[in-house]
């Protein structure tokens, strides 16, 4: 049977509790242990997927297609185990199963009520798909004391009773803030909140608490005591230099192993000869790039969470450090200077995905600045719309291509998509549908063109499978005067209709893609065009 590590978090937010479990999900990964992590989500909101990225960070895409936290993302790099659909719930999604099944009367007239039915729901997420794991690692999603993780931490309490303490642990997340003024580390808060963990029925095993200051054992010794918890069970959590650096750092402070001595297991010393690979390639590079990202959500870098930890990850593969210039999009509509004066000092310029007509003539404009003045260029998703669009304006005869998403236009590039076919089946869509869930989701096979420059990147691949997330698609019907043009379609869907991969042959290195590379990107595993697309822009550094 699995065992089960429930992961809180208490003062405050953003201290990483994503972070943690991924790392000591790795560690347990590393000494032999097969994991798998979960997130709960305590909004209302039945998933992210229609959230704005200034309210929630980047939407992760699962190969089976679901919208989940960002956190999956950090799971995913860390420890290599693709996440699915079970791996990510909320309460919106919880209260419409619940709800649904009240309306067809599944309940048998009974009063429905959090207790017991929310709180059943919620375990039923958490025991289901467990099979041929050690481990189950479950993030609850926002701070304790909040009144939308209520239903979450009482199905934590009902499980620890019918799991068995030998088969659960809690690891509270808590914040130890050092007060200048005073020259002191404050325990205190740490102590309040375990505190009202506790008085919710939920004992914490171990606690891991970030400072900014080493923690003396005089404090260590203090919180284990106010917080019933050995002082080896009380674990510092230093701010690191790099992400990559937390599962070495949280090694060497003795996670992993109070977490086995927990559950009176005994294990090899982890594995870490890849995180000690990874760390030295970061804090060695042999050389720098600058990649200029040109988006329209820039004034948040969790917007674009996994795009940024790619691009870290061609860095690794090339061995140089990658220095990301996030570009407000806008700025080159106000401006035509802007744009020179902006992009001449990249040797890589980047166009991500994102929906809507804000910011759109910008990224056109900063694809015509790469094709022009011969700058590697990566387009993703939207970026490769707008690859498209620039391509049919200004090589294809077509100036006043646009798409459909920006409003009526008499040359549609790009469209709404309203069928495809998919795993299970053609699936259907109108343009006046939901939002939510509607878009063309997951992993989707692409058959590339033998003799293409993507080919070559995918080591000679001619059908590969990447994620996907989008509602609009460049139109096929244009293929013929594009390609005239220069912009070369060098991947298609398995059934010829809908448009994979463009690239500019007569260019250095002008890729567009309709997928998500960077979703399956990671640290010891770059993906092959993050990684071809770092060499092109240190090239280009040399060239300089």
């Known amino acids: 049977m699995a065992r089960f590590i429930f992961i809180t978090g208490g003062v405050v937010s953003s201290l990483g509790k994503g972070l943690m479990a991924a790392s000591l999900a790795a560690l347990l990964q590393a000494r032999g242990f097969k994991v798998r992590i979960r997130k709960f989500d305590p909004y209302l909101n039945v998933d992210p997927g229609t959230m704005s990225p200034y309210q929630h960070g980047e939407v992760y895409v699962t190969d089976d297609g679901a919208e989940t936290d960002l956190d999956l993302g950090h799971y995913e790099r860390f420890t290599g185990v693709s996440a699915r659909q079970s791996d990510n719930v909320t309460s919106g999604r919880i209260y419409q199963q619940i709800i649904a099944r009240e309306r067809r009367g599944d309940y048998l007239g009974a009063t429905v009520q959090v207790i017991p039915h929310v709180t059943d729901a919620i375990k039923q997420f958490a025991l289901a798909d467990t099979e041929g794991h050690d481990f189950i690692l479950c993030e609850i999603g926002g701070t304790v004391g909040d009144i939308e993780s209520l239903p979450f931490i009482e199905a934590i309490r009902q499980l620890r009773n019918e799991l068995g303490r030998e088969n659960t642990a809690v690891v509270h997340v808590t914040l130890v ?102 760390l030295d390639r970061y804090n060695n590079p042999e050389g720098q790039v600058t990649i200029g990202v040109v988006g329209k959500y820039v004034g948040l870098p969790d917007a674009y969470k996994s795009l940024n930890e790619a691009l870290v990850h061609g860095g690794l593969a090339n061995r140089v450090k990658v220095a990301v210039r996030w570009i407000d999009a806008e700025v080159f509509e106000q401006d035509d200077a802007a744009i020179a004066a902006e992009l001449e000092p990249m040797h890589g310029i980047l166009v991500p995905g994102g929906f809507g007509e804000r910011g759109s003539e910008g990224k056109i404009a900063s694809v015509r600045f790469a094709r022009e003045r011969e700058v590697p260029f990566f387009g993703i998703c939207l970026g490769m719309q707008m690859a498209c669009i620039e391509g049919a304006r200004n090589t294809a005869g077509f100036p006043e291509a646009s798409s459909t998403e920006f409003g009526p236009t008499d040359n549609p590039v790009v469209g709404i998509i309203t069928e495809w076919m998919s795993k299970e089946g053609l699936q259907q869509r109108s343009a006046e549908g939901d939002l939510g869930g509607t878009m063309r989701l997951g992993a989707y096979e692409a058959v590339l063109s033998g003799n293409s420059h993507v080919s070559s990147i995918y080591d000679g691949a001619t059908r590969i499978v990447e994620r996907h997330r989008h509602r609009y698609e460049v139109n096929a019907c244009y293929r013929e005067p594009l390609e005239r043009g220069g912009l070369v379609f060098s991947g298609m869907s398995p059934d010829g209709l809908l448009p994979e991969i463009v690239e500019r042959p007569d260019h250095p290195w002008f890729v567009g893609v309709q997928f998500h590379p960077e979703l399956k990107s990671k640290p010891f595993d770059p993906h092959p065009l993050f990684a071809g697309f770092i060499a092109a822009a240190l090239n280009k550094s040399r060239l300089v």
Do not use: M
Request: glycine share 6%; with cysteine; charged share 20%.
């Open 177 to 278: 803030p050092y007060i200048t003024a005073a020259g002191e580390l404050k325990t205190k808060p740490t102590q309040h909140s375990v505190r009202e963990l506790t008085s919710l029925g939920v004992q914490p095993d171990l606690l891991l608490c970030r400072c900014e200051h080493p923690l003396p054992a005089t404090e260590r010794a203090k919180i284990a005591l106010f917080c019933n918890v050995r002082p080896e069970a009380v674990i510092q959590a230093l701010d690191a230099p790099s992400i990559y650096a937390v599962p070495l750092q949280y090694h060497g402070e003795g996670l992993d192993g109070e977490v086995l001595r927990h559950f009176g297991l005994e294990a090899p010393a982890p594995d870490i000869a890849r995180w000690v690979d990874i």
